[in-house]
């Protein structure tokens, strides 16, 4: 139950949402709120002030989006409104997109739909939502009603105006009778409790959150509460089945009764022709066993009813004793009372709901169920004899019974078994991972004694060293790392190639820095990259067997199994000595933790923000700092090659459809880091803002330019010896109510220089849950598409609940030139991606652990703490470096104050410097990347050549800070 504090009213009343600006309509397919950006523009109060009037004045009645009011501040809503139903129309995205035609109906605040009535009755329900715990936003014009309801976004729309203003009326009321039911509690009876399935949300205490919905205290589900997640979970699926386990039993004892009824009452035996008996009678007699007699007349059937005659001509049932109790009126089928069916419903999480399709023939009690159109197995009356008719019609109804009854039993059934493997599936994994942990470790405690053994680890300056080798060996003395991170990436290559080279001197192996792949003589002339003659003379090859034991060790893990095999606690308080210290090297010459954590942030209300900025286009919006995480979307881009060396290896790989699955897995991976992001958003880039990111432990070196800032694109380019990539993001941002969608437009690209091959992507949808209240989280949804020529490789990334089984599910296959499928490729973005068939499946890539700490520390990986870092080379970079921008390191450095004014002061000079361009009519040019024919941004190969030459300094740049 809601507490005080949070019961404070959703300040909602008539919330008016414009549509994104002029670049980006909503349309019936499209959004309630569409904008291009989530940038967080800073605009005067005087000037938003008059930007909403004007809309206002602008926008016509209607056609904007408004979001439904919610239960106010200390307001009741006690009557309860009546069940309402009708038709509208749902929008699908996949399979068959477009608008269907979908019954509703709404009962006390719960809404559940189907095909029509009937599926309803039958229990054939699509879905089910809480409408007090969604926000739902209509748009008149376009007789729109979107409902929020966290899991999932439900577009609708009704076909007329008048259905239009009564679905708007009756969820009105529905939703304030359901909040007021939430809120104060109830005694008008058992509550619906909403589940999705078998794996029903906890009942976790719900929460009046200020959006106007309600939401439940909900905590991430990882650290050490994903146990009690877990746990928590399984056992709301096991409670569910034995409800369901309960019901089936119950109702095979009524099937038993049943049978022994039809077996052994009295026999009326009504000669029945083949016509009288419909084809599903014969099916349904045939499939559940019913007795047959052999006819005098040959080979015809005949019907054997065994019905108690002297019960059935009274015309009127008061048999109790039947385990289904239904009026047994000679010749006709009235409604009866399924009180076996009832059960079945509960068990498929619909109790308390009566599901009839006239509404005034709901109540709010009992579930009275209208009889299935299977009366119309009956026989014509008038064919036959009274007492014919009297049998027939029991007998068929008897029959229909039994038949109903026993598919239902069949539908508990196989919801128990698929419940059941569900959590078989769930506790094998759990074991497989417990089981395995004893060996990585002592393997992880084994390797670490071999890296002991041939590191020097005191001896830092040994990094001076290899820098120094690497300046020697041509390189153009970047002064950056050379040692690899031994924080990150976890991939199921890496590991095992680090540790598998062993033939190497062993002075040459001191902080070797890892290269898992072929190297290529460099054809990179350019110098500023190319690798030390140590790298070069390390030629090595993956062993076969490797990918399975490096699916499960890693460079990160084996740090962490190191740290869990002495005081796990006490290597966190090193490190964050370390950190105190201002030592955060860590062993690779890269830091392995922020300088401070995340600053607190209390008071800062999302919604708050929003509702202020009402009817103003969302890049128009003001975002505080202290909403921010201290990257930004250039840097964003870069950590989609945390787990570059699986492209490294797609280059070494001869058979076109492994390097499809490489090339999958690595698409796959670029995901991974978005789990641990909900909480906060990148800068947006300002115009001209540039980020390089060089990384010879991984032997590439990355550039990103932000090129336009109305609409916000951002391009980059990554090179390699073994491959290019290169992408221009730009991101479609929706804004539901509830969360927010980000639809990334544009390609991904990679290129394999060895083999020719050219890799081309889309990017599926991330979505961000619970903007305003409780935790929000992340979904990444869609279908993403490689190809490669005529090779392609489809992936499926499920869209689900927070609870569900199916969270962050992938699955796909890699097909051959003919559309065949050759390679079958299944996991989770969030943590790995396996090729082939459980449980003979490979590993091809597994995400890297999260470093200590990381939620008091932005959700960063490892790789993403080290993005922001200012190195040694710092006097080599362009001014308009990201990590030279001064509000973005303020934040870093934990100083909020400072952040926000320096991000207002640079927002204005953005805004200044744009003015000056339109009044001199100057079209801006970007300087390292240039728009092509097809609208793609294309690298213009300056960057790097200019760097080398220490020509930024040469060079004119507007000031960005
Ligand atoms: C309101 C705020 C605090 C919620 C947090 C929103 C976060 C999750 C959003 C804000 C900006 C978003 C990013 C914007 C741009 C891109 C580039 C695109 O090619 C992939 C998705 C990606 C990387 C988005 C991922 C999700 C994202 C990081």
Redesign the pocket.
Known sequence: MATSDNRKSPQLGKIKLKIGNSTVTASDSDASVDTN??SAESVTEQNQQRNVEKRRKKNRRGSEWEIMAGLKDGQRFENKPNPFNGYLHKKRKWPLKGWHKRYFLIDKGVLVYGKGPTEISKGKIHGTLDIGLSVISTKQKRRRIDIDAEEFIYHLKAKSDEAFSNWVQQLTAHRLFRQHILTYGTNVGALFKPTDGLHSIPRTPEILSRDGSLTRGLQPPNGSIRLSLWIHESLSALEQQQRESASAEQSLTKLTKLLQQIESNSIVVVESTGEAQSPNVKKDRRKFGLKKKKSSKGGSVDLTIQFSGNKSTTGTDTDNTSPLSYPRTPGTHILRSYHSTTALFKANSFSALSCSPQPNAVSSTTSTLPIPTAASNAPTPDSLSNVDVISLSADNQMREDFVTLAKSVLTTLKNLTFGLTTERERLKNALEVEAQAPANNSDLRNRLVRIHETSDLEDLSSLDHLSENHRAAGGTGTGTYTAASLSYSSSCVSATEFFDAEDLPANEKKHRPRHNHKRAEPTDDEGGYRPNAEEESEVRTRSESSSEAGSLSSEAELEEGSISSESELGAELANSERAELGDTSGLTGRRTALPVPRPPTEGLS?WNLLSRNIGKDLSQIS?PVA???PLN?LQ??C??LEYSELLDKAASIDDPYERMVEIAAFAVS?YAS?LS??????FNPLLGETYECIREDKGFRFLAEQVSHHPPI?ACYAESTNFTFW?D???K?KFWGKS?E?Q?L?N?HVLLPKTGDHYVWN?VT?C?HN?FSGQ?W?DQYGELRITNGRITCKLTFAKASYWSAKRHEVVGAVYDENGQPVRRLFGKWSESLYCGVAPSARCIWRAGTLPPNHERYYGFTRFAIELNELGPDQQLLPPTDTRLRPDQRALEEGDLNTAETLKLQLESMQRERRKRREELKITYQPRWFSSTADETWEYNGKYWETRRNSGFANLQFESLW
Not at 677 to 682: F, Q
């Open positions: 950006s989530l999302l975002m909403l921010n995480e979307v964003r881009l950590e989609e670029a978005t992001r909900a909480g906060n958003k990148p951002s992408q993001a730009r991101v941002t927010m980000f990334p544009g991904v990017k991330t961000v903007l929000r992340v």
